[in-house]
């Protein structure tokens, strides 16, 4: 069952020009608006800043876009944030969802407190609704109302479904691109965004920065929301947004890079404080439910969700529960690249990345009567050795990813072996690459069978490792079928009972924001046959 019609795409959401609602945003720490924005803003149309400051009526409320996620058949979570200076400490948000974009045929509707201390965030879950159905979402509070999002449920567990439309999109780094990749994700007949992780970076502005980012390296909670705003400040990210529900996961950036579990980078002592904070201002800025709300520190990203009987959708957690990376330099956290031959801590059998805990989850939660298992995970799986793993170097692995837990990777991949799990696809990002492999369980068998397809997606805006270095490794990696880290863009997939269609689309150039889009490259998985093809 398709269930279309297929509702016309959402109009990017009137915003102020970016420099101009995020100074308004957070008078307190910045500075007010400069005579470049103001004359920004004029020339864009907008009125001056002093007129707009006039009234607390005129501030734009709404500022940041809506958003959707979590969706399951008969619910899903429906998100804003109230910005601007003089907001009172709660205000109510009234919500509406209906199935007409006219709003006539109201489903549901509420309202909720947006209170200061969740940054004035709004999670409403709307219930009871119809399974497999496209809706519209607005929000109003303050007399005023926000930009009119598109949303959809997932079929019923036990539907049969003939389709599956999704992109996977990772790593957006604000100041080194532009969010063109957007701008045509959002134009596309999708059900699903799955994002993969750093939907923030946690650093100041690069020197090759297309657009700055506010402040400098950021650690605690009020710096963490107004990166977030600057990131949700784009337009194009908030036409995706508007478009279709979203699935996410986080990775390090949101927090720190390459952080694992309770420890930082450079091994700061209050770093469990910095993550705390950092786990807040995620929940608060994505659509997820109110129970998601960290408690103590912690949030639980790990889920599954079922599209109907087409496909199970895991969703996991590398970073919360992992342990440290091996053989990191003295004095410091993170990951490094190091030879097999002079790290035999990463053959650990008891290192996990997903920590025990979740890693039994997982292993008791495949769906066996399902066509296909998606992971929707944060990074590459596949082996990637920088030289030859049958030298005297044993392989040089860079230790933040699936590299660096090699026995946790084959573990989870023995299982799906083992319990001939149907249709695994393995999703990613983190690598700034266009990695698509072929998995094994162990990569150094001669001829072992292939047990699941990995696409491991490019970034939205992220920059890339460079492409010699790539291309001089692939002699050491035959699992690895496509390789490529001088594009940036999204992953764009269609998954039906009998076949998985991939397209890896790519800007022309990621720092303009009209960037033409093109394909990279298209792939094919039949169900039933884990080893990928080239369509
Ligand atoms: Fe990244
Ligand atoms: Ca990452």
């Not at 907001?87 to 919500?95: C, I, K, M, S, T």
């Not at 809706?135 to 509070?141: L, M």
């Not at 129970?291 to 599954?304: E, S, T, V």
């Not at 990191?328 to 030879?339: I, K, L, Q, Y």
């Amino acid at each position: 069952m398709r269930d279309r019609p297929l509702p016309k795409p959402v109009p990017v959401p009137v915003s102020l020009p970016t420099s101009m609602s995020m100074s308004m945003s957070w008078p307190s720490d910045r500075a007010g608006p400069t005579r470049r924005h103001l004359l920004a803003a004029l020339a864009a149309g907008a009125a001056p800043a002093f007129l707009r400051h006039a009234r607390a009526a005129d501030r734009p409320r709404f500022a940041l876009g809506v958003a959707s996620g979590q969706p399951q058949a008969t619910r899903l979570v429906l998100w804003t944030r109230l910005v601007g200076e003089g907001l009172p400490a709660q205000a109510d948000v009234a919500w509406e969802l209906a199935e007409d974009e006219a709003f006539t045929r109201i489903a549901a509707r509420g309202t909720e407190l947006a209170s200061w201390d969740d940054a004035h965030s709004v999670h409403a879950e709307p219930q009871g609704l119809q399974p497999a159905r496209w809706y519209w979402y607005r929000f109003s509070a303050l007399g005023q109302r926000s930009a009119i999002g598109r949303t959809r449920t997932a079929p019923a567990p036990d539907a049969a479904v003939e389709r599956l439309d999704f992109a996977t999109a990772s790593c957006q780094r604000y100041d080194v691109g532009r969010y063109a990749a957007w701008q045509h994700a959002a134009a596309q007949p999708l059900d699903l965004v799955l994002f993969l992780g750093d939907y923030i970076y946690e650093y100041p502005s690069a020197a090759q920065a297309v657009r700055p980012v506010e402040g400098g390296r950021v650690r605690r909670l009020e710096e963490y929301r107004a990166r977030y705003a600057t990131h949700k400040s784009d337009p194009a990210l908030q036409a995706a947004h508007a478009a279709c529900p979203w699935l996410l996961v986080w990775d390090d950036h949101e927090v720190e890079n390459d952080y694992a579990g309770l420890q930082g980078e450079f091994l700061e002592a209050d770093f469990a404080d910095q993550r705390a904070a950092a786990y807040k201002a995620y929940w608060e800025h994505m659509p997820l439910p109110k129970a998601l709300r960290p408690d103590n520190g912690a949030m639980r990203m790990h889920g599954r969700l079922d599209w109907g009987r087409l496909a199970r959708i895991h969703l996991l957690d590398d970073r919360q529960m992992r342990d440290p990376q091996a053989c990191a330099p003295r004095g410091r956290g993170g990951s490094t690249t190091v030879r097999l031959a002079d790290c035999p801590a990463l053959l650990d059998p008891r290192r996990t990345l997903l920590g025990p805990a979740q890693e039994r989850w997982l292993a008791e939660g495949w769906a066996l009567d399902r066509p296909w298992n998606l992971l929707a995970q944060q990074t590459l799986m596949a082996r990637c050795s920088w030289d030859d793993p049958a030298g005297p170097s044993r392989g040089t692995y860079w230790t933040d990813g699936w590299d660096g837990y090699p026995q946790a990777r084959r573990r989870l991949l023995s299982t799906v072996a083992e319990r001939r799990v149907p249709g695994v696809v393995v999703l990613g990002g983190d690598v700034h690459a266009n990695y698509v492999a072929d998995l094994v369980p162990d990569p150094d068998a001669p001829r072992a069978p292939v047990v699941a397809a990995e696409f491991c997606g490019t970034s939205i805006t992220s920059l890339g490792l460079d492409q010699a270095r790539l291309d001089r490794a692939r002699a050491f990696n035959p699992h690895l079928l496509h390789a490529r880290s001088d594009q940036r863009g999204y992953g764009r997939f269609t998954l039906r009972p009998g076949q998985l269609q991939a397209d890896l689309q790519v800007l022309a150039d990621a720092r303009d924001p009209a960037s033409p889009i093109g394909s990279q490259g298209r792939y094919v998985v039949e169900a039933g046959r884990p080893a990928v093809q080239r369509a």
